[in-house]
């Protein structure tokens, strides 16, 4: 029987650990805070950010939501960046992607004060992440790291797939996981024979976005089985990896919902929370 990696569990002990150290950092009249820029009424976006204040509630860090026009120009949100970035009491900034198509997204994430770049995003963090360096890491990846961490999983010398390069999942997951000393292959749409390159996977990361594409032919039997994905199929939440061959074949995976989706807030919030007691230090 496979072992279903529990990611509310996950987040509930990450959440739980926050707490005293944002007690501390209240107790010193400072307490963290985390600004969330959101333009334009994008369903998903919308649920997003409520959820992200949400969380920042429960365990104490304020929150300040913006919501410019969504005709917006990427001067004018520069400019709210840059307020925010001198803006003392403020120790994260969260730009929600997407932004309207006449905005520079790149320029904007490029603008946050990579102190404050709690996304981890900022080219800056990247630099740190890939050479080892203290830093804010994106979030998703982090929390896997968590959920692998916090089920005693082991990484070093085994070989790991990662199937996504994307700047906010696949590349810093792939980054993660060589720090941890794994043996790392990362496909993409143009891979040949990518069932091949998955069955080597004793850790298999699925991030592409493809409702349940990989499948039995994809799956090591025993393989640790990681379901990044997050697709609305029918209304329905559907993850990237086969629900059925991944709990049939693997020895552990994460299921789609309550998977890696919670540590991804979690995450934001630890980071919120990193941020702030090296901008306070
Ligand atoms: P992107 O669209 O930015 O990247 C998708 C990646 O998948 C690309 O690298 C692409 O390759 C690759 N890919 C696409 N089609 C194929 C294919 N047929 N075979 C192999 N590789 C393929 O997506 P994201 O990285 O932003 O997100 C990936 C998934 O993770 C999505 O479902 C997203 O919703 C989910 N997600 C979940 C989060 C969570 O909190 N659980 C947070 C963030 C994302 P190429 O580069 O060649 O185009």
């Known amino acids: 029987m496979a072992i279903i990696l529990d990611g509310k ?18 107790a010193t009249g400072r307490p963290p805070q985390l600004a969330v820029v959101l333009i334009g009424n994008n369903a998903g976006s919308e649920v997003y950010v409520r959820n992200k204040i949400a969380a920042c509630a429960k365990i104490g860090i304020l929150s300040r939501k913006l919501s410019p026009l969504p005709t917006i120009s990427t001067e004018e949100l520069l400019a709210i960046i840059q307020d925010l970035n001198a803006d003392p009491s403020v120790d994260g900034i969260l730009v929600q992607l997407p932004l309207p198509p006449q905005i520079d997204a790149g320029r904007v994430l490029d603008a946050v004060h990579p102190d404050k770049d709690v996304d981890g995003f900022h080219p800056l963090n990247s630099g740190k992440l890939l050479a080892g360096a203290p830093g804010l890491r ?68 699925a991030a592409i976005g493809r409702a349940e594409m990989l499948g039995e032919d994809h799956i090591q039997p025993g393989a640790v089985v ?3 994905g997050m697709n609305r199929v029918d209304g329905r939440l559907t993850g990237d990896v ?27 919030m630890s980071n919120t929370v990193q941020a702030a007691e090296s901008n306070k230090a």
Request: charged share 20%.
């Open 9 to 26: 569990l996950i987040r509930d002990q990450i959440l739980e650990e926050l707490q005293p150290r944002v007690a501390a950092l209240t």
């Open 138 to 205: 994106p979030c998703t990846p982090s929390g896997v790291m968590q959920i692998l961490h916090r089920y005693q999983i082991p990484i070093a010398g085994r070989k790991a797939v990662v199937v996504g390069r994307s700047d906010i999942v696949g590349k810093p997951m792939a980054i993660l996981l060589l720090a941890a000393n794994a043996t790392v292959t990362i496909c993409h749409s143009r891979t040949s024979n990518l069932a091949e390159e998955c069955r080597r996977a004793d850790i298999l990361v």
């Open 226 to 228: 990681i379901d990044v």
């Open 242 to 268: 086969d629900p059925e061959a991944m709990a049939r074949l693997s020895s552990a995976y994460t299921p789609v919902p309550g998977g890696v989706g919670p540590l991804t807030i979690a995450m934001l």
